[in-house]
């Protein structure tokens, strides 16, 4: 059958302009209609836990006082951080409450879980520090659905599975990233070093260290120079302070003057600026700096550190107070100093 020549120049005419208007929009940008995203279906919280809010914006809540953080009750003393697992952000029961939970779980769980909550190395008993339940446990909800289902049985108040629950977040939050033990960010503790005697402090200090230091010289009013006692133990045991004849700059003797021997046996003099196993760099007196592949250890290079005598006076000392008691002493006889 003849197609029909007005019907063929219609039928070419309109599809001419269903291309034409498609170009346009395309070149205006606007897309074709598509059907709205499909949102994922909100997943329930683990029991026991609150859902948590979602975040304000990036990163919010996740260092230091984020808002994710202060909503959870996170705590900001103590080296805590706020935000972050739950471990962080779970307030800590008062003093009392820990210590019944400690006095309860040494009766009734170390037994199996250990003394120190890491269970017995067959596995049989679990690891406390790094279980599910305590970790993801809030106030001892879950705690308590793993008591009553003991084997064997434990018979427990409500109470006691709280505290000993409560105890065993104490220690989970003392724990550092990574998993690493407990103890490495302390909780709710305050480090006293003013334990020493000053009487025995002064004697020990003039016998020990008067040769080079003096409470009337290079140390007068040293007591007034620290925030607190700790950093004054720091200083002195360090020799990290100018105060006490140290240096700032980087470790490996960088900026104390320095002899290199190179391998001919010739002697080279000034302050180092870098030494490793492949590379040592001195600065001359005149300001240059010279540079030196290094093999074997060659060229050697020989520090002459001004605290070497401090060094070598701590060491000693260490080595002869292994109890730390003429430490604490010197300490306390310094803080008095001001």
Same mark, same amino acid.
């Given at each position: 059958?003849?197609?029909?020549?007005?019907?063929?120049?219609a039928?070419?005419? +309109?599809?001419?302009?269903?291309?034409t208007? +498609?170009?346009?929009?395309?070149?205006?940008g606007?897309?074709?209609a598509?059907?709205?995203?499909?949102?994922p279906?909100?997943q329930a919280?683990?029991?026991?836990?609150?859902?948590?809010?979602p975040?304000?914006?990036?990163?919010?809540?996740?260092g230091?006082?984020?808002?994710a953080?202060?909503a959870q009750?996170?705590? %900001?003393?103590g080296g805590?951080?706020?935000?972050?697992f739950t471990?962080?952000?779970r307030?800590?029961?008062?003093?009392?409450?820990? %210590?019944?939970g400690? %006095?309860l779980y040494?009766?009734?769980?170390?037994?199996?879980?250990?003394i120190?909550?890491?269970?017995?190395v067959?596995?049989?008993?679990p690891?406390?520090?790094?279980?599910?339940?305590?970790l993801?446990?809030?106030?001892?909800?879950?705690?308590?659905?793993?008591?009553?289902?003991?084997?064997?049985?434990?018979t427990?108040?409500?109470a006691?599975?709280?505290?000993?629950?409560e105890?065993?977040h104490?220690?989970?939050?003392?724990?550092?990233g990574?998993?690493?033990?407990p103890g490495r960010?302390?909780?709710n503790?305050?480090?006293?070093?003013?334990?020493?005697?000053?009487?025995?402090?002064?004697?020990t200090f003039?016998?020990?260290?008067g040769?080079?230091h003096?409470v009337?010289?290079?140390?007068?009013?040293?007591g007034?120079k620290?925030?607190?006692?700790?950093?004054l133990q720091?200083g002195?045991?360090?020799?990290?302070s100018?105060?006490?004849?140290?240096?700032?700059?980087?470790?490996?003797?960088?900026?104390?003057?320095?002899?290199?021997?190179?391998?001919n046996?010739?002697k080279?003099?000034?302050?180092?600026?870098?030494?490793d196993d492949?590379?040592?760099i001195?600065?001359?007196a005149?300001?240059?700096?010279?540079?030196f592949?290094?093999?074997?250890?060659?060229p050697?290079?020989?520090?002459?550190?001004?605290?070497?005598?401090?060094?070598?006076?701590i060491?000693k000392l260490?080595?002869?107070d292994?109890?730390?008691?003429?430490?604490?002493?010197?300490?306390?006889y310094?803080w008095?100093?001001?």
């Amino acid at each position: 059958m003849k197609a029909h020549p007005r019907l063929t120049a219609a039928a070419i005419v +309109l599809a001419g302009a269903a291309m034409t208007g +498609l170009v346009l929009a395309q070149g205006t940008g606007t897309p074709p209609a598509q059907a709205p995203p499909q949102t994922p279906p909100a997943q329930a919280p683990p029991a026991g836990q609150t859902p948590t809010p979602p975040a304000a914006g990036r990163g919010a809540g996740a260092g230091p006082g984020g808002a994710a953080g202060a909503a959870q009750g996170g705590r %900001a003393g103590g080296g805590q951080r706020r935000g972050g697992f739950t471990q962080y952000t779970r307030p800590i029961a008062s003093a009392d409450v820990l %210590a019944r939970g400690k %006095a309860l779980y040494d009766t009734n769980c170390a037994s199996c879980h250990a003394i120190d909550l890491r269970g017995t190395v067959d596995g049989k008993n679990p690891n406390l520090l790094r279980s599910g339940v305590a970790l993801r446990d809030q106030q001892g909800e879950l705690v308590a659905a793993a008591v009553a289902s003991h084997k064997p049985a434990l018979t427990m108040t409500a109470a006691d599975t709280v505290a000993i629950a409560e105890y065993i977040h104490s220690v989970h939050a003392t724990m550092g990233g990574q998993g690493s033990p407990p103890g490495r960010n302390p909780t709710n503790v305050t480090l006293n070093v003013l334990v020493g005697d000053v009487k025995a402090g002064e004697a020990t200090f003039a016998a020990r260290c008067g040769a080079c230091h003096s409470v009337t010289g290079n140390l007068a009013k040293i007591g007034s120079k620290f925030a607190d006692a700790r950093a004054l133990q720091n200083g002195w045991v360090s020799g990290s302070s100018t105060t006490f004849g140290g240096r700032g700059g980087g470790g490996g003797g960088a900026g104390l003057p320095a002899t290199i021997t190179l391998a001919n046996g010739s002697k080279l003099d000034g302050n180092l600026v870098r030494q490793d196993d492949f590379l040592v760099i001195l600065r001359l007196a005149d300001g240059t700096r010279r540079s030196f592949a290094r093999t074997n250890g060659v060229p050697s290079v020989e520090v002459k550190d001004p605290r070497a005598g401090h060094v070598n006076a701590i060491v000693k000392l260490g080595h002869e107070d292994t109890t730390s008691k003429m430490m604490h002493d010197i300490t306390a006889y310094l803080w008095t100093v001001k």
